[in-house]
């Protein structure tokens, strides 16, 4: 069974930083495409950022320049480091999977594996 599990969310101070894990079971991440999303209650799920299985690098508006997505293969992990955290930071935030090549990096359509989440929560 393939699966996706989210970790290294909290609860963090503005300004602070988070390091979020996903790690893949059932499954090798070699060949897929690793994007991350984050969802507030009422709202559809956001892009974050992505990562090709070849390395290129993908970060939504509300991320770029303070956040940096890597992958592991032989951990079969992919991080997401956000720094600067503010408050409009607070969500829950997923990992998605799809292998080869993805058209659209940013769409959540695009992938076919998901995790459950973690919830981050930024304030003072």
């Known amino acids: 069974q393939r699966q996706l599990v989210e970790s290294g969310g909290g609860w963090v101070q503005p300004g602070e930083s988070l390091r979020l894990s996903c790690t893949a079971s059932g499954f090798t991440l070699t060949y897929y495409a690793i994007g991350w999303f984050r969802q507030t209650p009422g709202h559809t799920r956001e892009f974050v950022a992505a990562?090709?299985?070849?390395?290129?690098?993908y970060y939504g508006d509300s991320v770029t320049g303070r956040s940096t997505i890597s992958r592991d293969n032989a951990k079969f992990t992919s991080d997401l480091q956000v720094n600067k955290l503010k408050p409009e930071d607070t969500a829950v935030y997923y990992c998605?999977?799809?292998?080869?090549?993805?058209?659209?990096?940013?769409?959540?359509?695009?992938?076919?594996?998901w995790g459950q989440g973690t919830q981050v929560t930024v304030s003072t």
């Open positions: 998605a999977a799809k292998i080869g090549r993805v058209q659209y990096i940013s769409m959540t359509s695009s992938y076919d594996y």
């Open positions: 990562i090709r299985p070849g390395g290129n690098l």
